[in-house]
């Protein structure tokens, strides 16, 4: 059986009815048909409920993720925002190899100070703060290719289907 992965990136479209999504995104995201051995079906979500800029409209877009990955039968999901830029065509290979639940790709957050969009796990009850302030910590996690995080957004994060 053929691994089936849902590649789903929440957008807007522009005054000239261009998408909102960057061309670097686009390239990125088609580069993963080649590195992973599975099927991709890839849906570029526009639908926005409120006026732009009301963030209602992001919880509207994953709860639409959600709901389409559900009435279909794929393995798992990955969210890729309009403005990420996956590095390499193996990236959603190595994440659906990946041991996990789910898997978050980490970037670094581009409003406000420039800060890595992973932040530390202290417990189930309290958010830390971003591992650039804890570069221990953040070198300890690269060493090891992993680590236990929390309060990061949907960025670039791969979901098993059992978890949604």
């Not at 193996?90 to 041991?99: E, N, S």
């Not at 202290?122 to 221990?136: H, T």
Request: net charge neutral; proline share 5%.
């Amino acid at each position: 059986m053929t691994d089936k992965v849902l590649i789903f990136t929440p957008t807007w479209t522009l005054g000239n009815g261009d998408l909102a999504i960057h061309p670097e995104c686009e390239e990125s995201i088609l580069a993963q048909k080649r590195g992973f051995r599975g099927h991709i079906d890839w849906v570029v979500n526009t639908a926005q409920p409120y006026p732009i800029p009301d963030h209602r409209n992001v919880l509207e877009h994953y709860r639409t993720a959600r709901a389409w990955f559900l009435t279909q039968g794929y393995d798992a999901l990955l969210t890729v925002e309009h403005d990420n830029v996956l590095p390499d065509d193996g990236v959603l290979q190595r994440m659906y190899d990946t041991p996990a639940d789910v898997i978050y790709a980490p970037y670094m957050l581009r409003h406000g100070m420039r800060m890595l969009s992973v932040w530390q796990y202290i417990n189930d009850r309290n958010l830390g703060m971003s591992l650039s302030n804890y570069p221990y910590e953040l070198a300890q996690y690269k060493r090891q290719g992993y680590g236990r995080i929390c309060g990061v957004g949907y960025g670039c994060t791969l979901f098993r289907r059992h978890v949604l």
